[in-house]
């Protein structure tokens, strides 16, 4: 259809407005989550769990905003929005993916999500405010590649700078927001083009 190269807008402004929401939630709603309450938790029920694992929970003795536990709430309407935006758009286009795969394909990025924060977290020791967005920058760098944007690639990069090099934490959130409404504005607004294609469609 045309325009089609530009249907990645859609997933840059679900991310912004999602993460328009984190901001929102924690200006509101402000919690804070403590390591003291991080190792009440170790000995639930008499669990006992490594020294180790003890360790890695309580990295800091400081009180940490929950914003960066919000990322993962984040990701997953990510997910879950922009699976359902390709499948649409693809009955459409009258070349509907296989609905199991597809329900298969979505399942394993929801899954991937906790699981490559929780890598970040014990294997890199990686703050909760880097983590989150470092995941995210995994993702654009997918829909970069998918949809062979050079646009998406530029806010990528912005992305990145500002969400984890510059502003970790709740300002960052807030900047990389805007950066991604730009980027989707921008991709609304360019002259339409001919269809290049996407990296599954020449798969």
């Given amino acids: 259809m045309g325009g089609t190269r530009r249907r990645y807008w859609f997933p840059l402004a679900l ?8 901001v929102a939630v924690e200006l509101l709603w402000p919690s804070r989550v403590s390591s003291s309450a991080v190792s009440g938790f170790t000995n639930l029920q008499g669990v006992q769990m490594s020294r180790e694992l003890v ?4 990295v800091s003795p400081h009180v940490t905003s929950s914003v960066g536990y919000g990322w993962l709430w984040v990701l997953a309407v990510a997910v879950l929005g922009v699976a359902a935006w390709y499948f649409v758009l693809a009955r459409r286009a009258g070349t509907p993916p296989r609905t199991g795969r597809f329900v298969l394909l979505v399942l394993g990025a929801l899954v ?7 890598l970040g977290f014990l294997q890199f020791r990686l703050d909760a405010d880097v983590r989150g967005p470092m995941i995210t920058t995994l993702a654009l760098v997918l829909l ?8 998406v690639l ?3 990069a912005v992305f990145v700078l500002v969400a984890v090099v510059f502003l970790p934490g709740l300002p960052g959130v807030l900047v990389s927001a805007v950066a991604l409404l730009a980027g989707a504005f921008a991709a609304l607004v360019a002259p339409a083009g001919p269809d290049p294609g996407t990296a599954a469609d020449t798969a």
């Avoid at 991310?15 to 984190?22: E, I, S």
């Avoid at 970069?144 to 646009?151: G, I, K, M, N, V």
Wanted: glycine letters at 4%; a negative charge.
């Fill in 15 to 22: 991310l912004g407005f999602a993460q328009l929401v984190l």
């Fill in 144 to 151: 970069a590649w998918f949809e062979r944007s050079a646009l």
């Fill in 55 to 58: 360790t890695a929970l309580e």
């Fill in 112 to 118: 991937a999500v906790p699981l490559l924060d929780l």
């Fill in 154 to 156: 530029v806010v990528t």
